[in-house]
């Protein structure tokens, strides 16, 4: 690299006074998702809230969940869902990714899994291999159809497992039977869950 | 130490043949070559029996004799398949002519390298389509045009775009010169065609040896060359159109173009051309292929002034085209990828409609070209300068409203410059020398609301050049050297959305030597050595992210391998690429057959390639990630082709490829490689039959192997198991993987027939083909939608052109 070492010199010079490229312009990154932060809300009592963190986004470095689900044998609770970009500030229209998914729920749909028994109603494991298994959805799309940024929960039994949920962006695919393979992959978070 | 010792070998050559150098002689025979159709033929022999002087007509159909003595010459041209013209010409002064071939319709003679054919002017293993071969290729795009020629493919993705491959590399190593400048568009990604509309062109050279020394770096893999028909130099008007349909994609394409001289004024030319394409959804053989829909709008137009002595000539071209891509690719995380790999039709495959939704891409391209050359007693000055405009949108589902905004933007503005200075010291032999520049501008368009893929840069290039061919009895020898250095400014956004800045600087030197022998009367054989190199592109250092349908993130070389902080370079190990490249070709004329034989060996040290690396996760779940890396790289292989002439009328033309290309530093294979390809061609041509004009049926039979050179095969759905156990598949192994076992060899059988009919100032040429006659279901190796359909099914082509 050092072979003509003069005009290197040379072109340097001239080069580096007149011609490095300005800064662009930085770009608000509203798709980006980093955090999963879920709600529990009982009917009585303090909500539960867990999350689930990327700290690098389009980095390597994996998401991190922050402890379990624990939920209450026999209590009902109300599950929100808050999607945002923790690389942006909390000022940032990018911030809150919840309400572009809310704006165009006709296109979007939250499915849900677990390990069977952690609830006694929805009873079943969910509706990510099987549509047609039991979720109590609370919001619906202009077309009548369940989102899933909120839910109903009872707990089951005292046990343990996981909790996995799946947003799927299905433009002009989203029906009331279409399965969870169907459409690109929003979100896919799994947490453990323990019931006491 | 190889520029200081070629320098030196070029004034030992130089001052050998000073002395010989003659006085009187300052005659000059020169012109241009034409077949039946006006088009320039490349590759013609011309003789001078009583200068014992030969040369071959350049890829205008151009050829020149200097410093003859004045007198009488036996004039011969000579060409494979045409009948031989030869006539007396007196030598005083400067001689212009035009010479028309005819085609041989009698009898088709061997061509014979004559004993007083001393020596040829290309020592360049050099492959071309002509007019003719062009024009039955219309209605592609120009890389897969380019298929035709032996050891050139193609990377695919899907039946739009088609990167060209020569001898198993692409993208950043093959150069493309349109018009005489590089073209120079978004070229590192494999889903991004050259955005050149292959009507303008009237003929296509490929340069199979690493002869970048004349048009810089770059040139590992080989040039392609796109040149125009030379201007009109006289009054009238003439021109062509060309009306295309097929029935796979029920696509249209219309291409006009009109010729002319300026008034009274000899000399003066002016042409204007365009082109309007349209395709909808494509098909498979049995579901249609939703979403690959083309719309394609080009025009172009040049003036200029030749003469003797001096030519300059304006040229401008525009191509803008909008294209789909199959929507099953549209992929969020691993487990989509895992879903439309195993599906047996693609995810929203519908009906067959012209409309084109996301993904797609929108590409324009302007090209303005200033060019001029004069001529004095001691040599040619050359001038050119070019500037390029390239803008590149991608849009892909998104969230929100965020698909009528593209998630990559980029404009990028090219100037080049270039000067060369030709002289002919002697008639044995010829030296060129010349300085080439080029700034380029690459900046994305401000509201893509991602992180952007590759940083804004500024790309600033310089070289030197000096070329030398020396004739010596039999041989003919090419030497060059050249000196190139680059300067990158770059400034982006890493993965945190935080800026970084930094600027780079690489140099070094490329060197190339050529001899052509005759052997005997008709043996020809070529020899190529070559040393290239090439900077590495701005995304292949910073690359951050996914890209359109690649269902998986890959980095840059200069991202920190845990953090994917952006490091200096002078903190990794980083080299430039560098190729070593040996061509041989040897081509052999019996009476009625004719062969051609290729071999070569390309090794290129630190090789740039992404390798897979690891998984990684985030909130949309887990993805393969790969890394741009370097090994050293072999590329192993030999085109083959021949001519039988069976009678007058009857053609047997067999075709080979085959390459093997390997992962030396890992002993191991790399992925995309195409795989080993087998044609045999028989044509019955009849130039006049019951009142049809050049009537020819075609049958072309391809084979195309399977590719049995792979690397292993890490499935989806074993990567997805991994993870799910909470396993790294490549911690341990990190070789070269594929997601999918390569595709079975296939075969495809391909039909045309077609005639004219000639008016006094009109010809029509009528065309009809099919391709994949048979709807074979397939896939290929080198597509990169192999993964989630086949690929098409048959084919119609019915094409009119009007030539006036």
């Known amino acids: ?196 | 130490m190889i520029f200081r010792s070629t320098i030196l070998l070029l004034a030992a050559v130089s001052s050998f043949f000073s002395h010989s150098s003659a006085q009187e002689c300052n005659g000059t025979f020169k012109g241009r070559v034409l077949d039946d159709a006006n088009q320039p033929m490349v590759g013609a022999t011309i003789t001078l029996s009583g200068a014992q002087r030969g040369t071959t007509t350049n890829a205008s159909g151009d050829f020149h004799f200097d410093r003859l003595c004045k007198g009488v010459f036996r004039v011969k041209v000579q060409y494979l398949g045409y009948e031989n013209l030869e006539f007396e010409l007196t030598i005083d002064g400067t001689i212009t002519k035009v010479l028309h071939l005819k085609e041989d319709v009698r009898q088709l003679q061997e061509v014979v390298v004559e004993d007083e054919l001393q020596h040829t002017e290309h020592a360049h293993n050099l492959a071309t389509l002509n007019a003719k071969q062009l024009a039955e290729a219309a209605g592609k795009s120009l890389g897969e045009s380019l298929k035709e020629i032996p050891g050139v493919n193609s990377i695919q993705t899907g039946p739009g775009i088609f990167k060209p491959v020569i001898h198993g590399v692409h993208s950043q190593r093959v150069l493309i010169l349109n018009h005489g400048i590089r073209q120079e568009g978004q070229q590192w990604g494999a889903e991004h065609a050259p955005e050149i509309d292959p009507f303008i062109a009237s003929n296509v050279s490929v340069v199979k040896d690493a002869a970048s020394i004349k048009y810089g770096t770059d040139a590992i893999g080989g040039v392609i060359i796109v040149n125009p028909a030379p201007l009109p130099e006289s009054a009238g008007i003439g021109g062509s159109l060309n009306l295309i349909g097929q029935t796979n994609g029920r696509s249209g394409t219309f291409s006009g173009m009109l010729e002319g001289g300026i008034g009274n004024h000899d000399g003066w030319g002016w042409r204007a051309q365009g082109t309007a394409k349209r395709t909808g959804d494509f098909h498979a053989p049995s579901y249609s292929l939703t979403n690959t829909g083309i719309r394609e709008l080009n025009f172009s137009a040049s003036t200029g002034f030749h003469n003797e002595r001096l030519g300059f000539e304006i040229f401008y071209s525009h191509f803008s085209s909008d294209l789909g891509i199959l929507k099953g690719t549209s992929i969020g995380n691993q487990g989509d990828l895992e879903e439309a790999m195993e599906r047996s039709v693609p995810l929203y495959t519908s009906s067959f409609s012209y409309d084109i939704g996301e993904p797609r891409q929108e590409v324009e391209h302007n090209l303005l070209k200033i060019s001029g050359h004069i001529k004095t007693r001691r040599g040619e000055l050359r001038l050119q300068y070019g500037f390029q405009n390239n803008q590149r949108r991608e849009f892909d589902l998104r969230i929100g409203d965020l698909s009528n905004t593209p998630e990559l933007n980029l404009r990028l503005n090219t100037q080049t410059i270039e000067a060369e200075w030709e002289t002919v010291p002697s008639e044995k032999w010829t030296i060129s020398t010349g300085a080439t520049g080029m700034f380029q501008q690459n900046r994305k368009v401000d509201g893509t609301q991602r992180v952007p893929f590759i940083p804004d840069f500024n790309n600033i290039s310089a070289g030197l050049f000096s070329v030398t061919k020396v004739y010596l009895r039999q041989w003919t020898i090419d030497i060059g050297a050249r000196y190139d250095y680059r300067y990158y400014s770059v400034a982006g956004y890493d993965y945190k959305n935080s800026l970084f800045q930094s600027t780079l600087q690489f140099n070094n030197v490329s060197a190339t030597a050529g001899a052509t022998v005759n052997i005997r009367k008709s043996g020809t054989l070529n020899l190529n050595v070559s040393s290239a190199w090439r900077p590495p592109h701005v995304a292949e250092l910073y690359s951050v992210g996914t890209h359109q349908s690649a269902a998986a993130n890959e980095y840059g070389f200069l991202l920190n391998d845990s953090t994917n902080e952006v490091l200096d370079i002078d903190a990794v190990s980083f080299k430039t690429e560098q190729a070593l490249k040996f061509v041989a070709t040897y081509q052999h004329n019996w009476k009625d057959f004719t062969f051609e034989v290729t071999p070569y060996l390309n090794y290129i040290f630190n090789y740039i390639y992404l390798r897979p690396t690891g998984i990684s996760q985030n909130v949309r779940g887990t993805y393969a990630y790969f890394r741009y890396t370097q090994t050293d790289a072999l590329f192993l292989g030999a085109d083959l082709s021949g001519v039988w002439r069976v009678n007058p009328f009857l053609k047997v033309t067999p075709k080979i490829s085959l390459l093997r290309a390997s992962d030396v530093r890992h002993d191991d294979y790399l992925v995309f490689i195409p795989s080993n390809r087998y044609e045999l061609a028989i044509r019955y041509d009849r130039p006049t039959i019951a009142g049809l004009k050049n009537f020819f049926a075609e049958s072309t039979a391809k084979y195309i192997s399977r590719q049995n050179r792979a690397p292993r095969v890490v499935t989806v759905a074993e990567i997805n198991d991994a993870i799910e156990r909470g396993e790294d598949p490549f911690e341990e192994d990190d070789a070269n993987f594929d997601f999918m076992e390569a595709p079975p060899g296939y075969f495809l059988w391909n039909v045309a027939v077609g005639m004219s009919l000639k008016g006094e100032s009109t010809q029509y040429d009528f065309r009809l083909g099919s391709e994949n006659l048979l709807n074979t279901s397939y896939r290929e190796y080198t597509n990169r939608f192999r993964y989630y359909a086949d690929d098409l099914g048959r084919n119609f082509i019915i094409s009119v052109k009007c030539t006036f």
């Not at chain 1, 010199?9 to 490229?21: N, Q, R, T, W």
């Not at chain 1, 990154?29 to 009585?44: C, G, N, R, S």
């Not at chain 1, 911030?95 to 009873?123: I, K, L, Q, R």
């Open chain 1, 1 to 196: 690299m050092n072979r003509l070492p003069i005009a290197i010199a040379l072109f340097s010079l001239l080069f580096v006074l007149g011609c490095e490229v300005e800064s662009p312009v930085r770009e608000d990154v509203p798709e980006l998702i980093t955090q999963v932060t879920l709600t529990f809300t009982p009917t009585d009592g303090e909500p539960l809230i867990v999350t689930a963190t990327d700290p690098d986004g389009e980095g390597v470095q994996d998401v991190q969940v922050d402890g379990n689900i624990s939920l209450e044998t026999m209590k009902t609770y109300t599950l929100t869902l808050s999607l945002t970009n923790g690389l942006a500030q909390p000022s940032d229209p990018e911030y809150d990714v919840t309400e572009e998914v809310e704006e165009e729920a006709h296109e979007h749909f939250f499915y849900f899994s677990w390990t069977n028994g952690v609830f006694s109603d929805p009873a079943g494991d969910g509706n990510i291999d099987n549509r047609a298994g039991a979720v109590n959805y609370e919001d619906e799309d202009v077309n009548g159809l369940p989102l899933g940024l909120a839910t109903v929960w009872t707990a089951g039994v005292p046990s343990s497992g996981e909790f996995r949920i799946v947003l799927k962006h299905q433009p002009d695919l989203k029906t009331a039977t279409s399965e969870s393979t169907i459409g690109e992959t929003d979100v896919d978070i799994t947490f453990p869950i323990k019931v006491e």
